[in-house]
């Protein structure tokens, strides 16, 4: 490998797949990337994409020390292309959101005394109160969240408190559970981490705090106060607040790296460690996401919208808002969809033959509004709206049920119902578009770029951004560090201007624009009437 001299900044991605590193220089250019794969690479653990599924089908873990191990690979396997570990000024991480790592007494002890010779892995087996740690996809905790909601005075006043109504993958629910179901577990956990401060922690050699925005994640944190709701932590758990420690702003500096990894790796002593965070708000970084209004509308298997807001409005019902990652005044809302792209083939390949183009075409066969039809795909039990009985629900133009559209109504409904439903959600909790990125597998379909800027009424750039949790963390470790350095908070825009996306590929026609501003109602209306029926 080529030396680089300059000062170079790490991303470490902790996703539920892989463990990746990404770096870049002081330009922002990316300099190199490294991966492991869990599955692939660390056989011994024998996870499924990263996870074990319980028999229940509902509870969903990972073997911690197969994150350590993943450590261990990656920084030896950029050691075996003899990267210029020294060169790295700073360094910051993304973790999947939500998950929990159970620390025994006295993991602090054996992270300090640990030997340059031996790997990370081998010496700390024995720091887990619990070796199968809950992630996000777990949803064993139903009982919990009613717990919680009860406690608190009902799913409302948990989102006004903590940006989101109790789900059932959210951190406090998994804790609470654990303590009962398994209490001597949780006795004997002095510290429990999220993934990303778990990571941290490593890097460190001392138990991380969390962050606002990762925090933000776990139904416990205030997120306009951003400290723990005392009310959420007694309805969870006895002496929780000591086992979370002090929540920090994201661009936090949490220490510097362990003298272990200065002596095998050859890091500088130096080297500052910024806090962890999710991988959602990774992403927002990653795309450089900081203006109100820029809003990333991420088009994958399941499609998210997601964006900062200043005013945010938490709802009882859908979606979730967290403190922002790169702005600690700010806010970011964040909404999934389960029906995404999965669905959208669905239709195509029912009506168009598999093929995109004549999806296309059949989607240009029909003006802006379907002749006031309207349709609902949910193939799948949908998270937003919270819709679980699956299949089509079509309406005419006066909102009668109707068994079938024409195939061209049908593929024009699919477009049309998904991003009004976007619209519709994001308004809610506060998100008000100013302009539309457009990133994942089918953000480059001319059909959904047509369809986003007419729905939302903005332009529609596209970014192709692979790895943005990975590369928001690189820079958010070099604005941490420049924040560290300067001993304030530096605006993200002075040091990573706005996103790179300038190309816009759709502008709004105002008048699709003015016919789908009288079907959000109707859109509304007819989503409240399929909510939750089983
Ligand atoms: C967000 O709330 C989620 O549960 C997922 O996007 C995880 O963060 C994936 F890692």
């Given at each position: 490998m080529k030396t680089q001299k300059t000062p170079l900044y790490l991303g470490l991605d902790a996703s539920t797949q892989s463990l990746k590193a990404l770096i870049i220089d002081a330009a922002l250019n990316v300099q190199s990337?490294?991966?492991?794969?869990?599955d692939r690479d660390l056989p011994q653990f024998a996870t499924q994409g990263g996870v074990h599924r319980h028999d229940d089908k509902l509870t969903v873990t990972a073997p911690p020390l197969m994150w350590v191990a993943a450590l261990d690979r990656l920084f030896d396997g950029m050691r075996a292309?003899?990267?210029?570990?020294?060169?790295?000024?700073?360094?910051?991480?993304?973790?999947q959101q939500h998950g929990s790592v159970y620390l025994a007494h006295g993991t602090e002890g054996k992270l300090r005394d640990l030997s340059a010779t031996e790997p990370l892995h081998t010496q700390l087996e024995t720091i887990f109160a619990l070796d199968a740690s809950p992630v996000w996809m777990d949803s064993s905790t139903t009982a919990q969240c009613r717990a919680l909601e009860t406690a608190l005075g009902g799913a409302q006043a948990v989102a006004d408190l903590t940006g989101s109504r109790a789900y059932e993958r959210f951190t406090g629910n998994q804790i609470a559970k654990l303590h009962q179901t398994q209490p001597e577990r949780y006795a004997q956990s002095e510290r429990i981490a999220l993934v990303s401060s778990f990571m941290a922690g490593l890097?460190?050699?001392t138990p991380a705090p969390i962050d606002f925005s990762d925090g933000s994640g776990m139904n416990l944190l205030d997120i306009r106060q951003r400290e723990w709701v005392a009310t959420a932590l007694t309805a969870c758990a006895p002496d929780l607040a000591s086992r979370l420690g002090t929540p920090v702003p994201s661009h936090s500096c949490v220490g510097t790296m362990a003298p272990w990894f200065v002596q095998r790796y050859g890091f500088s002593k130096s080297c500052r460690v910024i806090a962890f965070s999710g991988d959602n708000p990774n992403s927002l970084a990653g795309l450089r996401l900081q203006e109100a209004g820029d809003i990333a509308v991420s088009l994958g298997t399941s499609d998210t919208v997601f964006g900062s807001l200043r005013d945010p409005r938490p709802s009882g019902q859908e979606g979730h808002v967290f403190v922002n990652p790169i702005d600690p005044e700010g806010y970011m809302a964040m909404i999934c969809f389960k029906n995404g792209s999965l669905t959208r083939e669905r239709v195509r390949d029912r009506h168009a033959g598999g093929s995109w183009t004549d999806f296309g075409d059949a989607f240009a066969r029909t003006p802006p509004g379907n002749h006031g039809r309207i349709g609902m795909f949910f193939l799948e039990p949908e998270i937003t709206p919270p819709v679980l009985n699956t299949g089509v629900f079509r309406f005419d133009e006066r909102d009668r049920p109707v068994a079938e559209f024409d195939r061209d109504g049908d593929v024009r409904a699919v477009v049309e119902s998904q991003f009004l439903s976007m619209r519709l959600h994001g308004e809610r909790l506060g998100l008000q578009p100013r302009r539309l990125l457009a990133t994942g597998g089918a953000s480059q379909d001319p059909v959904m770029l047509r369809g986003l800027?007419?729905?939302?009424?903005?332009?529609?750039?596209?970014?192709?951004?692979?790895?943005?949790?990975?590369?928001g963390a690189a820079y958010r470790a070099l604005h941490g560090y420049r924040c560290y350095a300067a001993d304030r908070f530096i605006p993200f825009a002075d040091i990573l201007p706005s996103s790179p996306a300038t190309h816009v590929a759709a502008e709004p026609d105002p008048e699709a624009h003015r016919i789908y501003n009288t079907m959000l109602k109707r859109v509304a209306r007819l989503e409240s009437q399929l909510c939750i029926k089983g």
């Amino acid at each position: 490998m080529k030396t680089q001299k300059t000062p170079l900044y790490l991303g470490l991605d902790a996703s539920t797949q892989s463990l990746k590193a990404l770096i870049i220089d002081a330009a922002l250019n990316v300099q190199s990337e490294f991966v492991v794969n869990f599955d692939r690479d660390l056989p011994q653990f024998a996870t499924q994409g990263g996870v074990h599924r319980h028999d229940d089908k509902l509870t969903v873990t990972a073997p911690p020390l197969m994150w350590v191990a993943a450590l261990d690979r990656l920084f030896d396997g950029m050691r075996a292309e003899e990267f210029p570990f020294q060169h790295i000024t700073a360094l910051s991480g993304s973790g999947q959101q939500h998950g929990s790592v159970y620390l025994a007494h006295g993991t602090e002890g054996k992270l300090r005394d640990l030997s340059a010779t031996e790997p990370l892995h081998t010496q700390l087996e024995t720091i887990f109160a619990l070796d199968a740690s809950p992630v996000w996809m777990d949803s064993s905790t139903t009982a919990q969240c009613r717990a919680l909601e009860t406690a608190l005075g009902g799913a409302q006043a948990v989102a006004d408190l903590t940006g989101s109504r109790a789900y059932e993958r959210f951190t406090g629910n998994q804790i609470a559970k654990l303590h009962q179901t398994q209490p001597e577990r949780y006795a004997q956990s002095e510290r429990i981490a999220l993934v990303s401060s778990f990571m941290a922690g490593l890097l460190t050699g001392t138990p991380a705090p969390i962050d606002f925005s990762d925090g933000s994640g776990m139904n416990l944190l205030d997120i306009r106060q951003r400290e723990w709701v005392a009310t959420a932590l007694t309805a969870c758990a006895p002496d929780l607040a000591s086992r979370l420690g002090t929540p920090v702003p994201s661009h936090s500096c949490v220490g510097t790296m362990a003298p272990w990894f200065v002596q095998r790796y050859g890091f500088s002593k130096s080297c500052r460690v910024i806090a962890f965070s999710g991988d959602n708000p990774n992403s927002l970084a990653g795309l450089r996401l900081q203006e109100a209004g820029d809003i990333a509308v991420s088009l994958g298997t399941s499609d998210t919208v997601f964006g900062s807001l200043r005013d945010p409005r938490p709802s009882g019902q859908e979606g979730h808002v967290f403190v922002n990652p790169i702005d600690p005044e700010g806010y970011m809302a964040m909404i999934c969809f389960k029906n995404g792209s999965l669905t959208r083939e669905r239709v195509r390949d029912r009506h168009a033959g598999g093929s995109w183009t004549d999806f296309g075409d059949a989607f240009a066969r029909t003006p802006p509004g379907n002749h006031g039809r309207i349709g609902m795909f949910f193939l799948e039990p949908e998270i937003t709206p919270p819709v679980l009985n699956t299949g089509v629900f079509r309406f005419d133009e006066r909102d009668r049920p109707v068994a079938e559209f024409d195939r061209d109504g049908d593929v024009r409904a699919v477009v049309e119902s998904q991003f009004l439903s976007m619209r519709l959600h994001g308004e809610r909790l506060g998100l008000q578009p100013r302009r539309l990125l457009a990133t994942g597998g089918a953000s480059q379909d001319p059909v959904m770029l047509r369809g986003l800027a007419d729905v939302f009424g903005v332009p529609v750039a596209v970014i192709d951004q692979r790895d943005s949790a990975a590369l928001g963390a690189a820079y958010r470790a070099l604005h941490g560090y420049r924040c560290y350095a300067a001993d304030r908070f530096i605006p993200f825009a002075d040091i990573l201007p706005s996103s790179p996306a300038t190309h816009v590929a759709a502008e709004p026609d105002p008048e699709a624009h003015r016919i789908y501003n009288t079907m959000l109602k109707r859109v509304a209306r007819l989503e409240s009437q399929l909510c939750i029926k089983g």
